[in-house]
């Protein structure tokens, strides 16, 4: 049974960002919900990261500056969860060892040169692709990242479905 929608909101918001809200319930129903209202996350998170983009432009900063801070706000709203997630794959994946061995640096706290190097160049390729976005104009700069966190955080919700393996 899914839990009604306030729970899963609160589950999604509360797990995926760092905006203020009371998660009531930690269960899996709501936990479900939370996952397929994950894509909303990413609307609130995405429109907020455009949002700081546009007065970047409206104030005469060029679209580099709004390409970096659209590309952060995400960043800073979930206290780099995805960046966490992504570096650690990376330094799993690139250390050449058994799953076991693999999933066990994936695990560790700290970071390694796969992990760094990883997250220099996703963030730059994110951040060019956003500049040269804004360049052309700033609703395809704003449209292009608000797309970009919801289709972040629709991944999750489908790689949380019945049926997709852990």
């Given at each position: ?16 960002s ?7 319930r930690?269960d ?31 104030l ?22 995805h960046?966490d ?57 704003a ?16 790689a ?7």
């Amino acid at each position: 049974m899914t839990p009604p929608l306030p729970h899963g909101l609160r589950f999604a918001f509360g797990t995926l960002s760092v905006l203020p809200v009371r998660v009531e319930r930690w269960d899996r129903d709501a936990a479900r919900g939370g996952m397929l209202c994950a894509p909303l996350v990413g609307v609130v998170l995405g429109g907020g990261a455009a949002a700081v983009g546009l007065v970047l432009l409206s104030l005469g900063a060029g679209p580099l500056l709004a390409a970096v801070a659209a590309a952060a706000v995400p960043a800073v709203l979930t206290r780099g969860l995805h960046l966490d997630g992504l570096a650690d794959t990376a330094d799993g994946l690139g250390s050449g060892k058994p799953a076991e061995d693999a999933l066990r640096i994936m695990k560790q706290s700290d970071i390694g040169p796969f992990g760094v190097i990883t997250l220099l160049f996703v963030l730059l390729a994110q951040v060019a692709a956003l500049a040269r976005l804004y360049d052309d104009s700033w609703a395809r700069g704003a449209l292009a990242t608000v797309v970009a966190a919801v289709t972040a955080r629709l991944a999750l919700t489908l790689a949380a479905r019945t049926g997709v393996p852990p």
